[in-house]
């Protein structure tokens, strides 16, 4: 089900408001929670700070991430209703291209919601789908909530686990368990950019068909060369830098004589 009123093409804010369709549809279908909406609206506000562009410095955190999930022995993405709503098609290819499979997580865990995700991921390309079978399901500890329902084949056996738009809660048990964190955030105060190994201040709309861009540039490289390139990058500085980028952006948008841009 879309929602009920069409989006004029001229619309100054057309791109903002059918990627909100897409959440709000998502959670017509049941793919996205009601707190997905919240969530999104929380990104869109961080968006705006970015001036909805993908700056300099996230291509290099895209590049740190894409290394990071390529240098892997057993990387995995997990996917959430707002992932799979957003960006279906892109998160399947990209599995693909990084031969990580794709593992259905939830926050807020239904057998409905774990459905209506399945299919869309399944519409979209996806062969095969991890976290639903209840043979391979096992149960972490260090993770709260009905999160810590994982597959053994997956997120359990996994290295690296990329997780975008992430609650920090889950990060940091990842990170408690020894396996190295990807994630997309908008947000880099969030607990979860704080605390992983890679995190991209972007949003997943941009940032995943721009990985898979560089994704199919660095698959050409050999390990020795993977791992010779993951030296050249700091989490930490890289998130200094968007919170230097957002800030002066705001400076200079505060200083100059038309606001609006
Ligand atoms: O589908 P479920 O049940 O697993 O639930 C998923 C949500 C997203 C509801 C759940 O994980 C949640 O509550 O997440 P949080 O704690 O709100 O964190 C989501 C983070 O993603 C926030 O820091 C947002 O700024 C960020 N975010 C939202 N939309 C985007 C985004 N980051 C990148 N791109 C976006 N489009």
Redesign the pocket.
């Known amino acids: 089900m879309m929602s009920n009123h069409e989006i004029p093409k001229d619309h100054p804010r057309y791109v903002s408001l059918t ?1 909100r369709d897409a959440i709000i549809s998502g959670m017509h279908q049941k793919v ?2 009601e ?2 909406l ?3 609206g ?6 705006y700070l970015l001036g909805e562009k993908t700056p300099d410095f996230a291509i290099k955190q895209e590049e740190y991430a894409v290394l990071s999930i390529l240098n892997a022995e057993k990387p995995i993405i997990s996917v ?3 992932v799979a709503a ?1 960006c279906p098609e892109d998160t399947v290819n990209f599995g693909k291209i990084l031969n990580a499979p794709l593992e259905i ?5 239904s057998p409905e ?1 774990e459905q209506a ?1 399945k299919k869309k991921l399944i519409d979209a390309g996806a062969d095969q789908i991890l976290g639903l079978d209840p043979e391979y399901q096992e149960t972490i500890p260090e993770i709260s909530h009905l ?1 810590r329902i994982v597959d053994s084949r997956g997120i359990a056996a996994s290295d690296c686990v990329f997780v ?5 809660d889950r990060t940091q048990a990842l990170r408690r368990m020894n396996k190295s964190v990807v994630t ?4 880099p105060l ?1 607990r ?2 704080l605390t992983a190994n890679v995190s991209v201040t ?4 941009r ?1 995943i068909p721009e990985m898979i861009t560089i994704a199919e540039e660095f698959t050409q490289l050999s390990k020795d060369q993977l791992i010779e390139k993951l030296k050249k990058y700091n989490n930490e500085n890289l998130l200094k830098n968007a919170l230097k980028f957002m800030s002066e952006r705001l400076m200079a948008l505060s200083s100059s004589d038309k606001l609006i841009i």
């Open positions: 990627i996205v929670a707190a997905g919240i969530a999104h929380r990104g869109e506000a961080f968006d959430n209703g707002n957003l997580n939830l926050f807020y865990r919601r995700i999160r975008p738009l992430e609650d920090g997309v955030d908008l947000n969030s979860t950019s972007n949003n997943i709309i940032a």
